[in-house]
C-alpha cells in the first residue's frame, strides 16, 4: 500500500438476517442449496459495500460464507468425523463437545478459493482473506489418529499451504492466518506454534498476516479476560518469535484492552494491525477515539507500517454498529493521516 495507515477489519462482519440469525456465533444458515449460494453472494456483495461506504482501504468478504473461522474450514477436509463427538477445554478455557479427528487429514477439494475469486470480481481494492491457523485448528478438535497437537498443527499447515497458494492465485493480496490459540499456549507456540505457521504460508509471495486476539466478545472471553489482572502482557511471550519468522504483518487487540502498548515493539520491523475498534461493546468509538489509540501505538511501530484495524471479527454485533465502527475507523485513520502530513 503507498496510502498512509491503510484501514482493515480483523476478520468477520455481521450476516444480513435473512441469511443466518443475527448476533450470534455458529448461526445457522436461514437459507438452503441454491438460495443459500445465491444469499452468500448477495451478503458478501454487501458486506463489500458496507467498507467501501466506509472508506475501509483493504477489504475482505467479511466472511459472509462461512458459518464459522475455524470449523466450516474443517468441515471440508477428509479424515474428521463430525458426527463422533468428544468434550474438550478450548483455549484452557471453556468446555465445548467437538468433532473428532478419525484418519488422516487432507483437503479434497479447495475450500474457499472460489468465494475469494468472487471478492475479487467484485472489487479493485486490495483484498484479504482469513484463514485459521493450524493451532487453532487442532485446538477445535479431538485428535484420536495422530494423538500428537504437533503432529495434526503440521498436517494441518500443509492442507493450508494448499488452500493459501490457491487464494493467492486467484487474486488475494493479503492471507491472514488466525491464531488466538497463540495467546494460551506459549511454549508450544515457541516450540513448534510458529514454525507450523511458517509451513502453512510457505511459498507464498503474497502479504502474509497473523492475528492473535482476545476474542469476540462472548462470555467465556470476557470471564477470562477478567482473570487476567490489570496488564495483558500474553503478546510478549509470543512477539519476539514472530517478530524473528517470516510473517509480514501482525494483527493485534488495542483498543479497550490492557495490553500495554509498548509491547509492539517487540515485533519492530513488521507491519502491524493495530486494533483500534473494541468488538466486545456495542458502544460505537469516536473517530478521536480511534486516533487517540494510532497515535499511541506510533512510537513503537514505524508510520508507514502501522495498519488501523479492528481487534477482532464483529459478526456478534449489531450491523448499525457494526457499520459506525466502519465509519469510525476510517474517520480515525484520516485523522492520524492528517497529523502526519503536517
Ligand atoms: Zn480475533
Request: some cysteine; proline content about 5%; aromatic content about 8%.
Amino acid at each position: 500500500m503507498t496510502k498512509l495507515l491503510p484501514t482493515s477489519t480483523a476478520g468477520s462482519l455481521p450476516k444480513p438476517s435473512w441469511l443466518a440469525e443475527p448476533e450470534k456465533l455458529w448461526s445457522p444458515w436461514l437459507l438452503e442449496g441454491e438460495d443459500l449460494a445465491e444469499g452468500k453472494k448477495d451478503a458478501l456483495r454487501l458486506s463489500l459495500a458496507d467498507q467501501a461506504q466506509a472508506g475501509i482501504d483493504i477489504v475482505s468478504d467479511g466472511e459472509q460464507t462461512r458459518q464459522h473461522f475455524v470449523t466450516t474450514f474443517i468441515e471440508h477436509l477428509d479424515g474428521v468425523d463430525f458426527e463422533q463427538r468428544e468434550t474438550v477445554r478450548i483455549r484452557d478455557r471453556y468446555d465445548a463437545s467437538v468433532p473428532t479427528v478419525v484418519g488422516a487429514v487432507s483437503r479434497k477439494q479447495p475450500v474457499f478459493v472460489a468465494d475469494a475469486a468472487y471478492l475479487r470480481s467484485q472489487t479493485s481494492q486490495p483484498i484479504k482473506w482469513a484463514l485459521p491457523g493450524p493451532m487453532t485448528m487442532i485446538d477445535t478438535l479431538y485428535d484420536a489418529h495422530y494423538k500428537s497437537r504437533e503432529k495434526l498443527a503440521w498436517e494441518f499447515a500443509t492442507i493450508l499451504n494448499q488452500e493459501a497458494k490457491e487464494l493467492e492465485a486467484a487474486g488475494v493480496d493479503i492471507i491472514q492466518f488466525d491464531e488466538p490459540a497463540f495467546n494460551v499456549f506459549f511454549d508450544e507456540v515457541n516450540d513448534w506454534g510458529v514454525a507450523a505457521l511458517e509451513r502453512a504460508f510457505e511459498g507464498l509471495t503474497c502479504d502474509v498476516a497473523v492475528h492473535i486476539c482476545y476474542g469476540y466478545g462472548i462470555k467465556a472471553n470476557t470471564d477470562w479476560k477478567a482473570t487476567l489482572g490489570h496488564e495483558w502482557r500474553q503478546y510478549e511471550r509470543t512477539f519476539p518469535k514472530l517478530q524473528a519468522s517470516g510473517v509480514d504483518i501482525v494483527s493485534l487487540e488495542c483498543h479497550n484492552s490492557h495490553v500495554p502498548v509498548d509491547l509492539i515493539e517487540l515485533l519492530r520491523g513488521k507491519r502491524v494491525m493495530v486494533g483500534a475498534i473494541d468488538v466486545a461493546s456495542a458502544q460505537v468509538e469516536t473517530p478521536e477515539e480511534v486516533a487517540a489509540t494510532l497515535r499511541s501505538a506510533l512510537p513503537f511501530v514505524d508510520a508507514d507500517l502501522l495498519y488501523p484495524s479492528t481487534n477482532c471479527g464483529m459478526a456478534p454485533l449489531p450491523r448499525s454498529v457494526a457499520r459506525g465502527k466502519l465509519a469510525a475507523l476510517a474517520a480515525g485513520a484520516e485523522i492520524v493521516r492528517q497529523e502526519l502530513a503536517g
